[in-house]
């Protein structure tokens, strides 16, 4: 099988980490991943993800209607859009054919992302054969420890606390970008580049998401993936120092650029090889 992603391997201490970069969608052909990272799950005495999407079903519930659902009766969404937008909206929700009841209650960003990952879809990507559920369906199976080194909770926090007219903007530019082609173009630029594990290409990713001065694009570079960097690096840096052997697999965008996780993971005295 062809390197898939990004991979690095942490030392220190004597213990070793390995740390996987995922895509959180999937294809079949995707599977199994090269015969160096099976190994080091087989190896392994516990996978770390960001968040376990086999885990509580129920949790993950509480998380959506917490922050991605409107109380307290308003909504729908399309009413925080200007005007011209809600049109454009309803279109999309009949290209991916989303009935407007499924949406009904969904807050700004939460339709955003379902039209993000139906976009996917489109390509021919699906969010069920994501790779952090399929690394934690192959953990599971064989009854290995599964941690979380995020919250499902925490992560969804993080789009609910927008406030409603940042929400408003960020499914604006969802919908522009879907209907300029770049959402399209985007999807099949990071599957590309992870599936043939193409370190220059996933750099002007970075680069490119970093350089991005649109609200959703500073949201992403700022929130999403710097503002998460630090924790996660010290969560991973203190599963080195508990397991003799793990494995880390989160979202290939955390482990390129500047200010990455490998990056903080040398700051701390790690030895951090970049394998692929």
């Not at 339709?111 to 934690?136: C, H, K, M, N, P």
Request: hydrophobic content about 45%.
């Amino acid at each position: 099988m062809p390197n898939r992603g990004a991979l690095f391997r942490v030392e220190g201490g004597g213990h070793v980490a390995w740390l996987f970069g995922t895509i959180h969608v999937g294809a079949r052909d995707f599977y199994p991943l090269e015969p160096r990272l099976m190994a080091a799950l087989r190896e392994a005495t516990v996978l770390a993800l960001e968040v376990d999407p086999t885990g509580s079903q129920n949790d993950i519930a509480r998380a959506v209607r917490e922050h991605g659902m409107y109380q307290n009766g308003r909504g729908p969404a399309s009413a925080e859009l200007p005007a011209p937008y809600r049109p454009r909206l309803d279109r999309l929700l009949r290209r991916y054919e989303i009935g407007p009841q499924s949406v009904a209650l969904m807050k700004p960003w939460m339709i955003a992302s379902l039209l993000t990952v139906r976009e996917f879809e489109a390509q021919g990507y699906q969010a069920e054969l994501a790779v952090d559920a399929w690394l934690a369906q192959q953990a599971h199976g064989r009854g290995q420890k599964v941690i979380e080194l995020e919250s499902v909770q925490g992560q969804m926090a993080l789009f609910g606390r927008m406030p409603l007219a940042d929400q408003a903007l960020f499914l604006q530019e969802c919908i522009d970008a879907i209907e300029d082609k770049e959402q399209a173009g985007d999807a099949r630029e990071i599957a590309r580049a992870w599936a043939t594990a193409d370190q220059a290409a996933l750099d002007r990713i970075a680069a490119k998401t970093a350089a991005d001065t649109t609200y959703s694009g500073r949201f992403v570079s700022q929130v999403l993936l710097a503002g998460r960097n630090p924790a996660l690096a010290a969560r991973i840096a203190a599963l080195l120092k508990s397991e003799r052997r793990s494995v880390a697999a989160i979202g290939v965008l955390h482990l390129v650029g500047a200010g990455s996780v490998p990056e903080l993971l040398r700051a701390r005295g790690l030895l951090v090889e970049r394998v692929y």
